[in-house]
């Protein structure tokens, strides 16, 4: 292909230099760990898993999907973008072309991490309300209830994450490396309050499916985990060598998907082994069943602690988007 045919966001990409890349702990492992740590990765851990497979093989598949998603969706990225130093659109040009370059890690990327933008918005409204004494803003039929304060919380929010996103991916890794430390107490508390009575939880034959609680673990985390998994290109490319890429990954998504899928799962194991009347096998159904301070303040702690995602969700996105089309600028788009 002849340089006139190559895009101009091709022909002016330039490597990241070594002095501008950090060691696994001050950017790949806090910015993963915060992913996952985020409450919707582990909201739905339990359902259509727990109460097929049971909590032993449901932990196993959780270590099966640990390993497939650093091995498999984050190592080999990862190392693309150490070798090159070149961000996801460029790594992405090279193996799709510049076409499928264009439309898969670019246009299609930047699209799912505004999906997921959205997600993240509309599930930290919520809990802020709910903090604040308002009911779900999805009733028990999964029936969607707005209101002009969800509104307002939600554009204030989006602005928020947008503005610290754009600043780039240090600013989102000083916010991640702060903000998991919330959630990590949250779950630790739930945690604890449960473990004790996890092992009496016992599956219903009627709706006992091992092979099918197993893999539907895998598919929720690898499904949920896919598109970060890409975005290793960006963090190999601000790694100094193939140990920070590795240890990123290992701590940063293998260790932290084991701690936050599976003491929440143990604890909802916990939370129906007390109770086998609960029906719900959702996370916020047992933040919910907390005594009324410690619900409102769990439900106001996660819901900052989700600001970390929503940034990196804002970062994947105007860095895929944004290269793509120039115009208007990243800033506009996000």
């Known amino acids: 292909m002849s340089n006139e045919m190559v895009p101009n966001y091709l ?20 910015t993963y760990a915060g992913i996952f740590l985020w409450v919707v990765f582990y909201m739905q851990i339990a359902n259509g898993t727990l109460p097929q497979a049971g909590l032993g093989l449901s932990l196993l598949g959780l270590v099966a999907a640990a390993l497939i998603c650093h091995f498999l969706f984050y190592l080999v990225p990862g190392l693309f973008g150490l070798k090159t130093g070149y961000p996801l659109y460029v790594v992405g040009s090279s193996t799709y072309g510049t076409l499928g370059g264009f439309l898969v890690p670019g246009l299609l990327m930047g699209l799912l991490q505004f999906g997921w933008l959205a997600v993240n918005t509309a599930v930290a409204s919520d809990f802020i309300l709910q903090a604040a004494g308002k009911g779900p803003a999805v009733d028990a039929e999964g029936v969607f209830h707005g209101s002009f304060a969800f509104t307002i919380v939600s554009i204030i929010w989006g602005l928020a994450a947008v503005f610290v996103g754009l600043k780039g991916i240090k600013y989102v890794a000083k916010v991640a490396t702060l903000l998991p430390i919330v959630p990590l107490i949250m779950i630790l508390i739930v945690f604890f309050k449960n473990v004790g009575t996890a092992g009496d939880y016992q599956v219903v034959p009627a709706e006992a499916n091992p092979l099918m609680g197993f ?4 598919t929720i985390v690898v499904g949920f985990f896919a598109t970060a998994g890409a975005a290793g290109v960006d963090f190999g490319s601000s790694s100094r060598n193939e140990k920070d890429v590795r240890m ?14 599976g003491l929440p799962l ?10 086998p009347e609960l029906k719900s096998y959702i996370f916020d159904a047992v933040i919910r069943s907390q005594p009324g301070a410690l619900s409102k303040g769990m439900f106001i702690l996660f819901a900052i602690a989700s600001f970390a995602p929503a940034c990196f969700c804002s970062l994947i996105a105007a860095n895929s988007i944004g290269t793509m089309f120039p115009r208007p600028t990243r800033w506009s788009w996000s």
Do not use: D
């Open 215 to 218: 893999m539907t673990m895998i």
């Open 266 to 275: 143990i604890a909802i194991a916990g939370a129906h082994g007390a109770n």
């Open 11 to 30: 022909k002016m990409a330039v490597p990241n230099p070594p002095e501008n890349r950090a060691p696994w702990y001050k950017n790949t492992a806090p």
């Open 248 to 261: 990123g990954g290992l701590v940063g998504i293998a260790l932290a998907i084991l701690f936050a899928g």
